[in-house]
């Protein structure tokens, strides 16, 4: 079984759409975060939520919004895509902050 | 800002041999993470050390951290062709005032391990 798994892995879309990120973690962990990297590998974090409750929330456009319907789901919807938001996201969880799980990435690509 | 940065930022080596990745970080922390990234795909952890530790292992990892230098290593003995990945340290510092901690990651260390 996925322990953490996000769907979709590859979303291509054309620039001003509105797209969804779905994650789902089964590991009973308290904390879920988004992060984005970026085309030099570098992870940056976006968001964080410990039992759906909003702890993190970096400096990213508001066009970002995670949503976390309960504690083993965090998604991520963008508004009005633009072509710099082409990335891979992560989702990840974890229990204490000590261990982390990372998704396999979804592969956002904006033409 | 970003918190950690690995040295070297590509390293290529032969199978059999060492390979040595560094991290120096900037704040305090209250333990230091590294994890491998295959090409494409998601980021697996490798092993934790936590800020009062100084050495850790776990199989052919061997990872030291010095909190007066800011800095942690981590070897992998006897490489193979399977551990070609990129390698991340990330370090999960004190929880600041009305902030949370979070795990800030370094730019990476491509490692190429050819047989």
């Known amino acids: 079984d996925t322990a953490v798994s996000q769907t979709p892995k590859y979303l291509v879309t054309q620039m001003g759409n509105d797209k969804s990120i779905k994650c789902e973690q089964n590991l009973g962990h308290d904390t879920m975060y988004w992060y984005k990297q970026d085309s030099k590998k570098f992870l940056k974090i976006m968001f964080s939520y410990n039992n759906k409750e909003l702890i993190i929330n970096e400096t990213v456009p508001n066009r970002f919004s995670p949503k976390s319907p309960d504690k083993a789901h965090l998604n991520l919807h963008i508004n009005s895509l633009e072509l710099g938001d082409s990335a891979v996201y992560f989702c990840?969880?974890?229990?204490?902050?000590?261990?982390?799980?990372f998704g396999s990435g979804t592969r956002l690509t904006v033409v | 800002s970003q918190q950690g940065e690995e040295d070297p930022q590509a390293l290529s080596i032969q199978e059999g041999e060492n390979a040595t990745m560094n991290c120096s970080y900037k704040t305090s922390i209250n333990n230091l993470q590294w994890y491998r990234q295959n090409s494409g795909r998601g980021l697996v952890h490798l092993i934790l050390?936590?800020?009062?530790?100084r050495e850790k292992h776990s199989g052919r990892l061997r990872v030291t951290l010095d909190t007066s230098k800011k800095s942690s290593s981590l070897l992998i003995t006897a490489s193979r062709a399977a551990d070609t990945a990129s390698y991340f340290c990330?370090?999960?510092?004190?929880?600041?005032?009305?902030?949370?901690?979070?795990?800030?990651f370094g730019k990476g260390t491509k490692l190429t391990v050819n047989p």
């Open positions: 990840a969880s974890s229990q204490a902050r000590l261990d982390y799980t």
């Open positions: 990330a370090t999960l510092s004190p929880r600041a005032q009305g902030g949370s901690e979070k795990l800030v």
């Open positions: 050390i936590r800020s009062n530790e």
